[in-house]
Each structure stands twice: as structure tokens, then as C-alpha cells.
Nanobody, 127 residues
Framework: QVQLVESGGGLVQAGGSLRLSCAAS????????MGWFRQAPGNEREFVAG????????DYADSVKGRFTISRDNAKNTLYLQMNTLKHEDTATYYC????????????????????WGQGTQVTVSS
């Protein structure tokens, strides 16, 4: 079992930066593929970024590639999302997620592959 709690959201001007954190409980955090998703009002939830257990197999949505960086600190049971050069269209609730099963290395973009979710943190980018 994995429990996830996000933090770090807030209001920022376009062009600014934020760093989201996701604190995970459970001793096997290091074995799970982790991901960030987001959902804006009226839109479907979308994949933002994901990383496998070794922190080297990362994948990004095209819309954030080059601006966002996902990383993890397995010793601290924490996942991060560094967001730079934020745009108004990045405004959304951001969710941290852990893969449904531990031990996998492939980073899926499908939300159905993730079995554990945080409560979300709001990111608002003013234009």
C-alpha cells in the first residue's frame, strides 16, 4: 500500500516556477513507477510526467517537455516536479500517482496503470 500527499502548489505569474512535492508512505516506495497527472476544469485528466524506480527512465508529455523535470528521492520517499517557464495553460490540479503494481520499469502514460493517487494540489498561472 502507498499513500501520497502532494504539496507546493500555488499562484504564480506566467514565466515563473514552482516545485511540487509528493510525500509517500510505505516502505516500498522505491519499487513503484511514479507519475504526475493534471486536470483542468472541464478537461480530462492528462499525463504530465513519469519516472521509474531508478530515476533515469523519465517520460514527459510533449506540452511540458523541456520545461518540467520529474525526480525522486527514494531515501526520503518523495517525488518532485520542478516546473519552469510556466504558462497559463499549465493551470490545473496536479496529482501524484504510484503504479498499480511494484517492480515495473516501464513508465505508462495511462492513468489506469496507476493504482494510488494523492488528493491533488492546485497550480494557478496568471497570464
Amino acid at each position: 500500500q502507498v499513500q501520497l500527499v502532494e504539496s507546493g502548489g500555488g499562484l504564480v505569474q506566467a514565466g515563473g516556477s514552482l516545485r511540487l512535492s509528493c510525500a509517500a508512505s510505505g516502505r516500498t516506495f522505491s519499487r513503484y513507477v511514479m507519475g504526475w497527472f493534471r486536470q483542468a476544469p472541464g478537461n480530462e485528466r492528462e499525463f504530465v510526467a513519469g519516472v521509474n524506480w531508478s530515476d533515469v527512465g523519465a517520460d514527459y508529455a510533449d506540452s511540458v517537455k523541456g520545461r518540467f523535470t520529474i525526480s525522486r528521492d527514494n531515501a526520503k520517499n518523495t517525488l518532485y516536479l520542478q516546473m519552469n517557464t510556466l504558462k497559463h495553460e499549465d493551470t490545473a490540479t496536479y496529482y501524484c500517482a504510484a503504479a498499480r503494481y511494484p517492480g515495473r520499469t516501464f513508465v505508462s502514460r495511462a492513468g489506469s496503470e496507476y493504482g494510488y493517487w494523492g488528493q491533488g494540489t492546485q497550480v494557478t498561472v496568471s497570464s
